[in-house]
């Protein structure tokens, strides 16, 4: 999976310089719940501003550990799964079902199943990582005594990625667009939101993953 880095950026860095630079960074930043209108002031006194830890913004902006706070982590990435669930793809099937043939009734059916069965499968690892891996991280935390949990990020995140990618290739390959133009901008959004995909996943392989088995050795010495 290809690793996602913007940049080298610091705290003292203009915030409007790393939005112009990579616009990328307005979905890091909507998950952090940081809006726009900051003018010309820097990466820390953005994340001052609006209480967002300075370190772990950077961590997720730069793709290395800056420190992080795993609390800040773990809300970011909770509300990531909100974004792709209530807002990002439910968009794409909406529009999805817009541009669908009239006339192709089992062709479409079929297509708008295999999109939703990606979407549950998505929504499943979702909610294994808000209800059973972050109270499991959130217990580390405290040094509370508590199961230890299976952290098989890696494998699932390839799984679910290349069930997209099989979607957008059946798309691609094998459905009779009537209009070119709005099924060429859904397929667009397919694969804008698989790229946000790989790159919330390379946020958890990357920099959550390592921290939470930093953690676990930590609470394992002191024990």
Known sequence: MQKFKFGNY??????????????GALLVMSRFEIALGFGDKSIGEVCRDTHV?????LSVI???????SLEALMDYLHRSHAY?????LPD???????????????LNKAVLG??????AEMRKHTNYEDKKV?????????????????????????QIETRLTEFKNILIKYYPAQSTNEMNSVLFDIFNAEHDFESHNAVEDQLFL???????????QSA
């Open 10 to 23: 610091q705290e003292n860095d203009s915030m409007s310089r790393l939005v112009s630079e990579n616009y």
């Open 84 to 88: 792709f669930h209530n807002y990002r």
């Open 92 to 106: 794409i099937r909406q529009k999805l079902v817009q541009v669908l043939n009239l006339g192709q009734d089992d």
């Open 114 to 119: 295999y999109f939703d069965n990606f979407e």
């Open 210 to 220: 390592p921290a939470i088995q930093v953690l676990e050795r930590k609470n394992e």
């Open 62 to 68: 730069n793709m290395t550990d800056n420190g992080l």
């Open 53 to 57: 830890d300075t370190n772990t913004f």
């Open 134 to 158: 972050f109270p499991y991280v959130k217990a580390l935390l405290k040094r509370e005594k508590t199961e230890k949990c299976p952290l098989t990020f890696s494998k699932q995140h390839e």
